[in-house]
T-cell receptor, first 117, second 111 residues
Framework: DARVTQTPRDKVTEMGQEVTMRCQPI?????VFWYRQTMMQGLELLAY????????DSGMPKDRFSAEMPDATLATLKIQPSEPRDSAVYFC???????????????FGPGTRLLVL | GQQVMQIPQYQHVQEGEDFTTYCNSS?????IQWYKQRPGGHPVFLIQ?????EVKKQKRLTFQFGEAKKNSSLHITATQTTDVGTYFC???????????FGSGTQLTVLP
């Protein structure tokens, strides 16, 4: 039963600290998405990658957030420095894109619940 | 940019009653997907609609895609407590491959 895994599941940190969230997409999937979910803003797309190349990170605050895919089995989302307004649940999702497919199904990981004090 | 609006935001129903959530896009969509998120969980894919006027059914769930491909609905017949959760629609348009999620409808089913 293939699943997207995310670590850590929960993170409590103090303002100003660096936070790194990791995601392991489903083996064979070529697209990875990072979302942030809050009560106020709902699900927001932060960034996404296809074949490890960043395609869109327009939803991400550039000054403090960065997303990378060092290899096909690992995606990372970093916040430096973190702020209380970054408190949210961060989801990673992966999918398999075919050339002619309209839209791939996205498989979400369990999320990282971040609290910045 | 593309906006996807979803109503209602909350819905409480008695078990056995029907439930409908509606999704409207500011632009014509290439396709629309529906996801369900249980409390404390993560969004789980339910279905994708691609064709104008398309209707798909999954047991008690009926999904529709509008003729103009700008709106969609999810209807649940005879709700059960297992239907509790937040239902999201998500659409993409043009050459964009990312999904824009609606704000979701949180369904509570009272036993």
């Amino acid at each position: 039963d293939a699943r997207v895994t995310q670590t850590p599941r929960d993170k409590v940190t103090e303002m100003g600290q660096e936070v790194t969230m990791r995601c392991q997409p489903i083996l064979g999937h070529n697209t990875v998405f990072w979302y942030r979910q809050t009560m106020m803003q709902g699900l927001e797309l932060l960034a996404y990658f296809r074949n490890r190349a960043p395609l869109d990170d327009s939803g991400m605050p550039k000054d403090r957030f960065s997303a990378e895919m060092p290899d096909a089995t690992l995606a990372t989302l970093k916040i430096q420095p973190s702020e209380p307004r970054d408190s949210a649940v961060y989801f990673c999702a992966s999918g398999l894109t075919y050339l002619r497919a309209l839209q791939e199904t996205q498989y979400f990981g369990p999320g990282t619940r971040l609290l910045v004090l | 940019g593309q906006q996807v609006m979803q109503i209602p935001q909350y819905q409480h129903v008695q078990e056995g009653e029907d439930f409908t959530t509606y999704c409207n896009s500011s632009t014509t969509l290439s396709n629309i997907q529906w996801y369900k998120q249980r409390p404390g969980g993560h969004p789980v894919f339910l279905i994708q609609l691609v064709k104008s006027g398309e209707v798909k059914k999954q047991k008690r769930l009926t999904f529709q895609f509008g003729e103009a491909k700008k709106n969609s609905s999810l209807h649940i017949t005879a709700t059960q407590t297992t239907d509790v959760g937040t239902y999201f629609c998500a659409g993409s348009s043009g050459s964009a491959r990312q999904l824009t999620f609606g704000s979701g409808t949180q369904l509570t089913v009272l036993p």
